[in-house]
Every structure is written in C-alpha cells, then in structure tokens.
C-alpha cells in the first residue's frame, strides 16, 4: 500500500508537469520525456523495460560546464538528447551501479562513481551485462534503440568530491550507503537540491535481500545508512529539495530526519513493520515515517 500511494503521488505530479508546459517529447528522441522543473535542470524520464523501476537522468547546467545523473537503460540516444540540450562541456556521474541507473553509460567516454562502487561496476561493464536488464526488443523500443556496448572509462571519487559548473555552483559528493556500498548523492550548493539516486527517494530505500560478500559489505546495511543520515541530518539547511533516480521530484528535505526516524525505529525493533514488499525473488519489511520509508531483511541490519 506504502509504495501504490507514493507511485500515485509521482503519476500526479508528471501530469501536472505536462498540463503546466513544463514536459515534452523530444523529437530525434520518442522514447524519452523531458521535464524542466527547475530552471538549468532537465530530468529525464526513461521507461523500464521491466527489471527495475521507471528511471531518472538529471542533467544540471551551470555557466561553464553541465552534469550528468546517471545514465538509465541505455535504449535510445541519451548522448545525442544531452548534447541537444546543452553545448557546455559535461561529466557523468552514477549515484550507485545497478544497471537501470549506468546501462546508458556506453554511450559516454568516461562516468565518475563512488570508490566502494567501482568493482561492481566494472563486472556490469561487459557486452552481455545488458542482457539482464533490458531485452533485445520490448513494448516500445526494438534492437535498433540500443546502443553497442563499448568500454568506458570508470574514475572513483570519496565523498566530499566536488565538481565545479562555473559561476559558483559547485557539486559535492555526498556518500549515503546502505542500498548499495557506494551509494552516493550529488549536493548543489547554488540551486539547493540533492540529486539522491535511490539512497534517498519518495518510495522506500531498499536494504533488502542476502548481504552481498566483499571488501564492503558492512556498507550494505541500515546501520550505515543510519549513521550517513546523522551526519546529513545536520546539513538539512543546505538543500531544500532531493531529486532521486526513481518516483517524485522535489521531495521536501524534511524526508532526511524522517528517514533517520525510520532507521533507528528499524534498529530498535526489527520486528515492527508496517508493510511488506516483494522485489526479483526477494521480500522485505517496510517501516514508514512521514516521507521517509525503508524496504529491509534481517540479513541488512
């Protein structure tokens, strides 16, 4: 019931932006929609082919250079759309490096993520890595809409990165594991919002599922995405909106404090839940507090 109301809210909001002007079709590029909600910032609306939710892809545009906000599926000329939009200079950046977020990142030479990401990262970066996620052909696209795989460069960044778009807009790399190790937000200090990815969004963060082995496994789990939001929790008059990689635009900031409610009530009684959700084989309990929810298994404590 939890995320049927939130994914109701975001279908609202994206026919509001329609009725305002405020979203198109490109036309060199129907499979995409394009929504203008901020002025120098353009989100992206990619379908899923069906692993994975409906994705984002923000595109921030400062004086001097431009970023881009992960990547999405890869189907359609998300290089070309870009460079439509912009003729600034650009980086790319994945805010973690599940495939409906970085399949798109073939058709760029070279993507920045968060140094506990990059290993996964480089596993997912093969000819056949697509395969799992997106199908030779679905309901609106074919063979043709997707791009060749090519290799890319991957260059890992710690939190507190910054890039610098010129005229005194900078973002900074803000590290929020918990759904994956490397989970990472971009902050813009000049237009305020937090381009969150899935570690903060309108529908639950999902901690769920068997804890993944390696070198950073303790970053998989709802006690260090609660001790990330202690310390974002303090810089909450820094940002007034996140924009996340799946759902609504413009989540108010106060979902911080309550997603940080959300983690210590899941740590204090795991037991306690007030939903269930299901996702690729696998169940997780969901708590809710106000905007902040978190999908989570016993395994991701």
Do not use: C
């Given at each position: 019931m939890i995320i049927e109301r939130q994914t109701m809210m975001a279908l609202q909001q994206l026919h509001r932006l329609w009725a305002d002007g405020k979203a198109w079709r490109p036309k060199d590029y129907p499979l995409a929609e394009v929504f203008e909600t901020v002025p120098g910032v353009y989100s992206i609306f990619g379908r899923s082919?069906?692993?994975?939710?409906?994705a984002w892809t923000h595109l921030i545009i400062g004086e001097e250079r431009a970023m881009v906000v992960d990547t999405g599926f890869g189907i359609g000329d998300l290089r070309g759309l870009i460079e439509s939009l912009t003729d600034k200079p650009y980086d790319?950046?994945?805010?973690?490096?599940?495939?409906?977020?970085?399949?798109?990142?073939?058709?760029?030479?070279?993507?920045?993520?968060?140094r506990y990401d990059l290993e996964p990262l480089q596993k997912l970066m093969t000819p056949t890595a697509r395969e799992g996620f997106v199908?030779?052909?679905?309901?609106?696209?074919?063979?043709?809409?997707?791009?060749?795989?090519?290799?890319?460069?991957?260059?890992?960044?710690?939190?507190?990165?910054?890039?610098?778009?010129?005229?005194?807009?900078?973002?900074?790399?803000?590290?929020?594991?918990g759904h994956t190790a490397g989970g990472a937000?971009?902050?813009?200090h000049k237009k305020r919002i937090l381009f969150s990815g899935d570690a903060i969004c309108g529908t639950p963060t999902f901690i769920f599922g068997a804890l993944p082995e390696g070198e950073y496994q303790d970053y998989y789990t709802v006690h260090a995405f609660r001790d990330a939001l202690?310390?974002?929790?303090?810089r909450v008059g820094e940002f007034d909106v996140l924009y996340p990689g799946h759902n609504y635009l413009g989540v108010p900031n106060e979902i911080v404090p309550q997603e940080l409610q959300v983690c210590e009530s899941i740590l204090a009684n795991p037991d306690q839940y007030d939903d269930m959700l299901g996702s690729i084989g696998r169940t997780g309990m969901v708590r809710q507090i106000?905007?902040?929810?978190v999908a989570y298994s016993k395994e991701r404590l």
């Open positions: 082919p069906g692993a994975g939710g409906d790319v950046f994945n805010t973690h490096f599940h495939g409906d977020h970085t399949m798109g990142n073939v058709q760029f030479d070279r993507v920045y993520i968060h199908p030779d052909e679905g309901e609106f696209y074919t063979l043709k809409d997707i791009p060749p795989f090519k290799p890319y460069e991957i260059l890992p960044v710690d939190e507190g990165y910054t890039f610098d778009l010129g005229g005194g807009e900078t973002l900074e790399v803000v590290h929020l594991p937000a971009l902050l813009d202690e310390k974002l929790a303090k106000g905007w902040g929810s």
